[in-house]
Protein backbone atom coordinates (compact mmCIF):
# COMPACT_ATOMS: atom_id res chain seq x y z
CA UNK A 1 0.00 0.00 0.00
CA UNK A 2 1.34 3.18 -0.83
CA UNK A 3 0.85 6.28 0.61
CA UNK A 4 -0.60 8.99 -0.77
CA UNK A 5 2.29 11.15 -0.70
CA UNK A 6 6.53 10.20 0.65
CA UNK A 7 6.44 11.14 4.05
CA UNK A 8 10.09 11.39 6.56
CA UNK A 9 10.63 9.08 8.86
CA UNK A 10 10.10 11.69 11.53
CA UNK A 11 6.41 11.83 10.47
CA UNK A 12 5.78 8.97 10.43
CA UNK A 13 7.10 8.03 13.91
CA UNK A 14 5.74 10.84 15.30
CA UNK A 15 2.43 9.35 13.80
CA UNK A 16 2.20 6.38 15.84
CA UNK A 17 4.77 7.73 19.01
CA UNK A 18 7.57 5.59 18.24
CA UNK A 19 11.37 6.69 18.21
CA UNK A 20 12.83 5.98 15.25
CA UNK A 21 16.97 5.43 13.87
CA UNK A 22 17.48 6.78 10.91
CA UNK A 23 17.70 10.21 9.78
CA UNK A 24 14.57 12.39 10.23
CA UNK A 25 14.27 12.88 6.53
CA UNK A 26 14.33 9.25 5.75
CA UNK A 27 11.73 9.13 2.92
CA UNK A 28 8.73 6.58 3.38
CA UNK A 29 6.77 5.67 0.54
CA UNK A 30 4.22 3.34 2.00
CA UNK A 31 3.91 0.02 4.10
CA UNK A 32 3.79 -3.58 3.09
CA UNK A 33 3.23 -7.22 4.98
CA UNK A 34 6.95 -8.81 4.56
CA UNK A 35 6.31 -11.16 1.28
CA UNK A 36 5.13 -8.18 -0.99
CA UNK A 37 7.36 -5.08 0.71
CA UNK A 38 9.61 -2.94 -2.19
CA UNK A 39 11.83 -0.79 -1.27
CA UNK A 40 10.73 2.34 0.72
CA UNK A 41 7.91 0.25 2.40
CA UNK A 42 7.50 0.18 6.18
CA UNK A 43 7.01 -3.53 7.42
CA UNK A 44 6.73 -4.90 11.10
CA UNK A 45 7.75 -7.45 13.21
CA UNK A 46 7.47 -8.36 16.58
CA UNK A 47 8.88 -11.80 17.31
CA UNK A 48 13.21 -12.69 17.20
CA UNK A 49 12.26 -15.69 15.24
CA UNK A 50 11.58 -12.87 12.38
CA UNK A 51 14.12 -10.37 13.13
CA UNK A 52 16.45 -11.52 10.07
CA UNK A 53 14.03 -11.97 7.54
CA UNK A 54 12.24 -8.36 8.53
CA UNK A 55 15.76 -6.49 8.06
CA UNK A 56 17.16 -8.57 5.20
CA UNK A 57 13.86 -7.87 3.44
CA UNK A 58 13.41 -5.39 0.34
CA UNK A 59 11.49 -3.04 3.20
CA UNK A 60 14.22 0.22 4.07
CA UNK A 61 11.78 1.04 7.20
CA UNK A 62 11.28 -1.90 9.75
CA UNK A 63 9.03 -1.50 12.21
CA UNK A 64 10.60 -3.26 15.24
CA UNK A 65 10.09 -3.81 19.11
CA UNK A 66 13.60 -3.90 19.94
CA UNK A 67 16.66 -1.64 19.25
CA UNK A 68 18.86 -3.33 17.15
CA UNK A 69 21.75 -2.64 14.64
CA UNK A 70 20.62 -0.91 11.91
CA UNK A 71 21.34 -2.17 8.22
CA UNK A 72 22.74 0.49 5.51
CA UNK A 73 20.66 2.23 3.63
CA UNK A 74 17.54 1.47 6.26
CA UNK A 75 15.84 2.64 9.09
CA UNK A 76 14.21 1.42 12.03
CA UNK A 77 10.82 2.59 14.03
CA UNK A 78 11.00 1.46 17.50
CA UNK A 79 7.79 0.27 19.15
CA UNK A 80 6.43 -1.49 22.24
CA UNK A 81 3.83 -2.96 19.99
CA UNK A 82 4.33 -3.15 16.51
CA UNK A 83 1.52 -4.56 15.77
CA UNK A 84 -0.70 -2.11 16.97
CA UNK A 85 1.07 0.58 15.48
CA UNK A 86 0.63 -1.07 12.13
CA UNK A 87 -2.64 -1.04 12.52
CA UNK A 88 -2.35 2.69 13.62
CA UNK A 89 -0.69 3.15 9.74
CA UNK A 90 -3.63 1.48 7.95
CA UNK A 91 -6.28 3.24 9.85
CA UNK A 92 -4.48 6.51 9.33
CA UNK A 93 -3.64 6.08 5.11
CA UNK A 94 -6.82 3.77 4.87
CA UNK A 95 -9.57 4.75 6.62
CA UNK A 96 -12.94 3.15 6.59
CA UNK A 97 -15.87 5.28 4.68
CA UNK A 98 -19.41 4.31 5.56
CA UNK A 99 -21.62 3.88 2.31
CA UNK A 100 -24.69 5.90 1.55
CA UNK A 101 -26.25 4.17 -1.43
CA UNK A 102 -26.10 0.64 -2.83
CA UNK A 103 -23.54 1.89 -5.78
CA UNK A 104 -21.37 4.55 -4.33
CA UNK A 105 -20.97 7.99 -6.16
CA UNK A 106 -17.03 7.45 -6.60
CA UNK A 107 -17.46 3.97 -8.78
CA UNK A 108 -16.70 3.69 -11.83
CA UNK A 109 -18.62 1.28 -14.45
CA UNK A 110 -17.86 0.69 -17.58
CA UNK A 111 -19.64 1.01 -20.72
CA UNK A 112 -21.80 -1.72 -21.31
CA UNK A 113 -21.49 -3.08 -17.70
CA UNK A 114 -25.14 -4.35 -16.41
CA UNK A 115 -25.49 -4.37 -12.44
CA UNK A 116 -28.59 -6.28 -11.70
CA UNK A 117 -30.49 -4.98 -8.78
CA UNK A 118 -29.23 -5.70 -5.00
CA UNK A 119 -25.67 -5.58 -5.75
CA UNK A 120 -23.68 -3.30 -3.75
CA UNK A 121 -20.42 -1.21 -5.40
CA UNK A 122 -18.60 0.50 -2.77
CA UNK A 123 -16.15 3.39 -3.02
CA UNK A 124 -13.55 3.90 -5.42
CA UNK A 125 -14.13 0.61 -7.58
CA UNK A 126 -13.37 0.69 -10.48
CA UNK A 127 -15.23 -2.05 -13.26
CA UNK A 128 -14.28 -2.16 -16.76
CA UNK A 129 -16.28 -3.01 -19.65
CA UNK A 130 -19.06 -5.00 -20.87
CA UNK A 131 -19.01 -6.85 -17.36
CA UNK A 132 -22.43 -8.58 -15.64
CA UNK A 133 -22.53 -8.34 -11.61
CA UNK A 134 -25.68 -10.59 -10.88
CA UNK A 135 -27.74 -9.86 -7.49
CA UNK A 136 -26.70 -9.37 -4.07
CA UNK A 137 -23.04 -9.12 -5.31
CA UNK A 138 -20.75 -7.49 -2.82
CA UNK A 139 -17.65 -5.41 -4.03
CA UNK A 140 -16.17 -3.84 -1.33
CA UNK A 141 -14.10 -0.24 -1.18
CA UNK A 142 -11.30 -0.41 -3.75
CA UNK A 143 -11.85 -3.15 -5.41
CA UNK A 144 -10.81 -3.16 -9.27
CA UNK A 145 -12.64 -5.50 -12.28
CA UNK A 146 -11.62 -5.76 -15.54
CA UNK A 147 -13.37 -6.17 -18.79
CA UNK A 148 -15.49 -8.55 -19.98
CA UNK A 149 -16.13 -10.17 -16.20
CA UNK A 150 -19.07 -12.31 -14.47
CA UNK A 151 -19.62 -12.44 -11.20
CA UNK A 152 -22.90 -14.20 -9.68
CA UNK A 153 -25.50 -14.06 -6.90
CA UNK A 154 -23.97 -13.80 -3.41
CA UNK A 155 -20.66 -13.40 -4.15
CA UNK A 156 -18.36 -11.03 -2.28
CA UNK A 157 -15.00 -9.38 -2.86
CA UNK A 158 -12.98 -7.61 -0.63
CA UNK A 159 -13.92 -9.10 2.94
CA UNK A 160 -10.87 -8.57 5.27
CA UNK A 161 -8.18 -10.74 5.80
CA UNK A 162 -8.61 -13.79 8.05
CA UNK A 163 -5.55 -12.94 10.52
CA UNK A 164 -5.23 -11.71 13.92
CA UNK A 165 -2.66 -11.86 16.76
CA UNK A 166 -3.50 -14.43 19.86
CA UNK A 167 -3.15 -11.90 22.89
CA UNK A 168 -3.96 -13.00 26.56
CA UNK A 169 -7.32 -10.93 26.53
CA UNK A 170 -8.28 -12.37 23.01
CA UNK A 171 -7.59 -12.10 19.56
CA UNK A 172 -6.38 -8.70 18.02
CA UNK A 173 -7.15 -8.54 14.04
CA UNK A 174 -4.87 -6.97 11.82
CA UNK A 175 -6.45 -4.38 9.76
CA UNK A 176 -7.02 -5.00 5.99
CA UNK A 177 -6.00 -2.11 4.51
CA UNK A 178 -4.99 -3.64 0.38
CA UNK A 179 -7.67 -4.74 -2.05
CA UNK A 180 -8.89 -6.86 -4.67
CA UNK A 181 -7.99 -7.44 -8.81
CA UNK A 182 -9.99 -9.19 -11.39
CA UNK A 183 -8.00 -8.72 -14.43
CA UNK A 184 -10.34 -9.10 -17.53
CA UNK A 185 -12.51 -12.28 -19.07
CA UNK A 186 -12.73 -13.83 -15.69
CA UNK A 187 -15.84 -15.69 -14.52
CA UNK A 188 -17.18 -16.24 -10.56
CA UNK A 189 -19.54 -18.09 -9.44
CA UNK A 190 -22.30 -17.90 -6.85
CA UNK A 191 -21.37 -17.19 -3.00
CA UNK A 192 -17.38 -17.21 -3.66
CA UNK A 193 -15.69 -15.26 -1.45
CA UNK A 194 -12.48 -13.40 -2.42
CA UNK A 195 -10.57 -11.92 0.27
CA UNK A 196 -8.55 -8.14 0.70
CA UNK A 197 -4.84 -8.40 0.73
CA UNK A 198 -3.48 -7.10 3.95
CA UNK A 199 -1.86 -4.06 2.33
CA UNK A 200 -1.21 -5.49 -1.16
CA UNK A 201 -3.60 -6.81 -3.33
CA UNK A 202 -5.57 -10.78 -3.92
CA UNK A 203 -5.16 -11.10 -7.65
CA UNK A 204 -7.15 -13.40 -10.37
CA UNK A 205 -5.92 -13.04 -13.15
CA UNK A 206 -7.13 -13.04 -16.88
CA UNK A 207 -8.93 -15.84 -18.21
CA UNK A 208 -9.61 -17.44 -14.68
CA UNK A 209 -12.44 -19.31 -14.16
CA UNK A 210 -14.28 -19.96 -10.55
CA UNK A 211 -17.10 -22.27 -9.68
CA UNK A 212 -19.66 -22.05 -6.74
CA UNK A 213 -18.62 -21.18 -2.88
CA UNK A 214 -15.22 -21.10 -3.55
CA UNK A 215 -12.72 -19.49 -0.82
CA UNK A 216 -9.82 -16.93 -1.65
CA UNK A 217 -7.45 -15.82 1.03
CA UNK A 218 -5.75 -12.93 1.68
CA UNK A 219 -3.28 -11.54 -1.07
CA UNK A 220 -3.44 -15.00 -3.06
CA UNK A 221 -2.42 -14.77 -6.66
CA UNK A 222 -4.29 -17.22 -9.38
CA UNK A 223 -2.67 -17.17 -12.42
CA UNK A 224 -4.26 -16.85 -16.10
CA UNK A 225 -6.54 -19.73 -17.26
CA UNK A 226 -6.84 -21.40 -14.22
CA UNK A 227 -9.92 -23.39 -13.43
CA UNK A 228 -10.98 -24.07 -10.04
CA UNK A 229 -14.38 -26.26 -9.28
CA UNK A 230 -16.72 -25.84 -6.40
CA UNK A 231 -15.73 -26.02 -2.38
CA UNK A 232 -12.16 -25.06 -3.00
CA UNK A 233 -10.35 -23.42 -0.03
CA UNK A 234 -7.28 -21.53 -0.66
CA UNK A 235 -5.59 -19.97 1.92
CA UNK A 236 -3.76 -16.71 1.89
CA UNK A 237 -0.45 -15.99 0.56
CA UNK A 238 -1.06 -18.89 -1.75
CA UNK A 239 0.61 -18.50 -5.80
CA UNK A 240 -0.68 -20.40 -8.21
CA UNK A 241 0.96 -20.03 -11.46
CA UNK A 242 -1.07 -19.92 -14.88
CA UNK A 243 -3.44 -22.75 -16.04
CA UNK A 244 -3.37 -24.88 -12.89
CA UNK A 245 -6.71 -26.97 -12.30
CA UNK A 246 -8.50 -27.21 -9.05
CA UNK A 247 -11.15 -29.95 -8.63
CA UNK A 248 -13.62 -29.87 -6.41
CA UNK A 249 -13.03 -29.86 -2.28
CA UNK A 250 -9.25 -28.69 -2.58
CA UNK A 251 -7.58 -27.18 0.23
CA UNK A 252 -4.58 -25.62 0.15
CA UNK A 253 -2.45 -24.35 3.07
CA UNK A 254 -1.58 -20.82 3.61
CA UNK A 255 2.52 -19.41 1.60
CA UNK A 256 2.61 -22.02 -0.93
CA UNK A 257 3.25 -22.07 -4.85
CA UNK A 258 1.29 -24.41 -7.13
CA UNK A 259 3.25 -24.64 -10.44
CA UNK A 260 2.53 -24.06 -14.31
CA UNK A 261 -0.11 -26.60 -15.10
CA UNK A 262 -0.74 -28.78 -12.05
CA UNK A 263 -3.49 -30.33 -11.48
CA UNK A 264 -4.90 -31.42 -8.11
CA UNK A 265 -7.76 -33.44 -7.98
CA UNK A 266 -11.21 -33.72 -5.92
CA UNK A 267 -10.88 -33.96 -1.87
CA UNK A 268 -7.01 -33.54 -2.19
CA UNK A 269 -5.37 -31.36 0.56
CA UNK A 270 -1.72 -29.30 -0.38
CA UNK A 271 0.50 -28.74 2.30
CA UNK A 272 3.33 -27.69 0.29
CA UNK A 273 4.38 -26.69 -3.02
CA UNK A 274 4.17 -28.39 -5.61
CA UNK A 275 6.02 -28.72 -9.05
CA UNK A 276 3.65 -27.54 -12.33
CA UNK A 277 2.77 -29.66 -14.98
CA UNK A 278 1.93 -32.58 -12.77
CA UNK A 279 -1.21 -34.22 -11.24
CA UNK A 280 -1.34 -34.77 -7.41
CA UNK A 281 -4.12 -36.17 -5.53
CA UNK A 282 -4.61 -37.03 -1.38
CA UNK A 283 -3.78 -35.39 1.67
CA UNK A 284 -1.25 -34.62 1.98
CA UNK A 285 -1.46 -34.07 -1.92
CA UNK A 286 1.29 -36.08 -3.67
CA UNK A 287 1.99 -37.59 -7.49
CA UNK A 288 -1.06 -39.19 -8.57
CA UNK A 289 0.77 -42.49 -9.82
CA UNK A 290 2.85 -42.37 -6.23
CA UNK A 291 -0.61 -42.32 -3.91
CA UNK A 292 -2.50 -44.66 -5.73
CA UNK A 293 0.46 -47.16 -5.36
CA UNK A 294 0.35 -46.64 -1.67
CA UNK A 295 -3.18 -46.81 -1.57
CA UNK A 296 -2.86 -50.50 -3.03
CA UNK A 297 -0.36 -51.04 -0.69
CA UNK A 298 -2.50 -50.27 2.20
CA UNK A 299 -5.00 -52.66 0.81
CA UNK A 300 -3.37 -55.34 0.68
CA UNK A 301 -2.45 -55.00 4.75
CA UNK A 302 -4.98 -56.93 5.97
CA UNK A 303 -4.16 -60.19 3.75
CA UNK A 304 -0.43 -59.35 4.75
CA UNK A 305 -1.32 -59.73 8.31
CA UNK A 306 -3.74 -63.03 7.72
CA UNK A 307 -0.82 -65.05 6.13
CA UNK A 308 1.52 -64.04 8.88
CA UNK A 309 -0.83 -64.93 11.79
CA UNK A 310 -0.97 -68.34 10.11
CA UNK A 311 2.63 -68.62 10.19
Known amino acids: MKFPKVHTLKEIAELIGSTFVGEETFPVHGMNEIHVVEAGDVVFVDHPKYYDKALQSKATIVLINKEVDCPEGKALLISDDPFRDF ?33 FIGNQVKIGKNCI ?13 GDN ?6 TVLGAD ?11 DKLVSGGTVVIE ?19 TIKEGSKLDNQIQVG ?19 CVVIEDEVILWGQVGITSGITLGKKAVILAQSGVSKSLEGGKT ?17 SVKQIPEIMQKLKKN
Open 280 to 296: YFGSPAEEVREKLKQMA
Open 133 to 145: IHPNVTIYDGCII
Open 161 to 171: AFYYKNRPTGF
Open 218 to 236: HDTIIGKKCLIASHVGIAG
Open 149 to 154: VTIHAN
Open 184 to 202: NNVDIGASCTIDRGVTAAT
Open 87 to 119: NKLTRHFNPFVSANSNISSTAEIGEGTVVQPGA
